[in-house]
């Protein structure tokens, strides 16, 4: 399955973006998705995962009750909806995939992701 992440960009604190990770190549219902982000000089963070029906979703400490993730499998496309952006969010969001069964507590380790986009770059300003 190929990804591709969009939806990034200059916000300021306290803005909104959606995300949006489009796929193709492959039977989208059967991949679990997660959203990862990276900031220069860091290691890959996770953000949020959603299962295969998104029937039940996980999302980091750090971006709880501000971001959501979603998906639409007739659109083989995910979100992930920010609300109430911090200049900590700045970042590349990466979106990725694999094909598990697994819930959520699974899905939360970059390395078990065999699929990856190229990433939108995501930057709030204070």
């Known amino acids: 399955v190929q990804l591709q992440a969009s939806g990034g960009g200059l916000v300021q604190a306290g803005d909104s973006l959606r995300l949006s990770c489009a796929a193709s190549?492959?039977?989208?219902?059967?991949?679990?998705l997660g959203w990862f982000r990276q900031a220069p000089g860091k290691e890959r963070e996770f953000v949020a995962a959603?299962?295969?029906?998104?029937?039940?979703?996980e999302s980091a400490d750090s971006v709880k009750g501000r971001f959501t993730i979603s998906r639409d499998n007739t659109k083989k496309t995910a979100y992930l909806q920010m609300n109430s952006l911090k200049p900590e969010d700045t970042a590349v969001y990466l979106c990725a995939a694999r094909s598990t069964i697994l819930t959520v507590p699974a899905l939360v380790r970059a390395h078990d992701y065999s699929y990856w986009g190229q990433g939108t770059q995501v930057t709030v300003s204070s």
């Open positions: 190549g492959g039977d989208f219902s059967r991949f679990a």
């Open positions: 959603i299962t295969r029906s998104g029937g039940s979703t």
